[in-house]
């Protein structure tokens, strides 16, 4: 699939305006900072994720870029406000673009790191998934809630899948409920659970500051390799996923959500009942 120039990050000097990014020693760590949007994933963010990625990788002395959320939530993925705007042409490249960040997760030179302390719902599941380590805390929460709107979690399967397996990624995706973190662990969408994850990380470091860039780049190549997820596996997701936020569904729901700031099913309730009185 030929990937289509991410817009553009925050120039040099200027401040991220959707994260933060601070360097501690080896590690850059990136905050998703916009809790009142319930850290969702928009244009701006996917650009500026794209950005902190380059910033790691041009930087010799940095190992890891950690990934966290803020405000108790870490991601909730699509941001249905943007999505309803955007119209077809706008969708396909956001979707584009999503999965060209989550195929970077894998293959950069970098390990990515993604410390979940709080809820994670949607395309969030596909940028912990995506990453070669997750550590959680209790207080995670996992879910894949698109099929309530009339959607499906085309761009986010193929890494969920890679991790859980087949039928754990389809129950997650069929059941729509949240997991705890705890299951998560159990399923494999988590790599540790912990109530202290700095600490984690202090012992995950020690190991990965003692490899090689290029080996960290090749044993990420080789295990791509040997994986479902292609070109064409991206292409198909891509255009299933333009193909579904274009159903009269879709469409609906989402415009439902964004409108009455109710969920579909609920309004729908509140129309029925006003009409009785």
Not at 184 to 201: I, S
Request: glycine letters at 10%; aromatic letters at 6%.
């Amino acid at each position: 699939m030929d990937t289509a120039t991410p817009p553009a990050g925050p120039p040099p000097g200027r401040p991220y305006l959707a994260l933060r990014v601070t360097r501690e020693s080896a590690v850059l760590r990136v905050t998703l900072a916009r809790p009142e949007r319930q850290n969702s994933i928009d244009g701006t963010v996917l650009a500026e994720l794209g950005h902190a990625l380059d910033e790691a990788e041009a930087d010799p002395a940095c190992v890891a870029m950690v990934l966290e959320g803020s405000g108790g939530v870490f991601c909730t993925g699509l941001d249905f406000g943007e999505a309803a705007a955007g119209g077809p042409t706008g969708e396909a490249a956001g979707g584009e673009a999503f999965i060209a960040l989550m195929r970077r997760f894998t293959t950069a030179p970098v390990v990515v790191i993604s410390c979940v302390d709080g809820r994670v719902a949607g395309g969030g599941v596909g940028l912990a998934a995506a990453s070669d380590f997750v550590l959680a805390t209790e207080r995670g929460s996992f879910a894949l809630p698109e099929a309530l709107w009339g959607l499906l979690p085309c761009c986010v399967l193929p890494f969920v899948i890679r991790r859980t397996g087949l039928q754990k990624a389809y129950t997650m995706a069929l059941g729509t409920l949240p997991m705890t973190a705890a299951e998560a662990e159990r399923w494999g969408l988590v790599d540790e659970l912990t109530d202290r994850p700095d600490e984690a990380l202090r012992r995950l470091l020690v190991r990965l500051t003692r490899i090689d860039p290029v080996t960290v780049a090749e044993l990420k190549r080789y295990v791509r390799s040997m994986w479902f997820t292609t070109e064409q596996t991206e292409e198909f997701a891509l255009r299933e996923f333009t193909r579904v936020m274009a159903s009269p569904v879709a469409r609906q729901r989402i415009e439902s959500l964004t409108t009455n700031r109710g969920l579909p099913w609920e309004t729908s309730a509140q129309a029925g009942r006003s009409q009785h009185r």
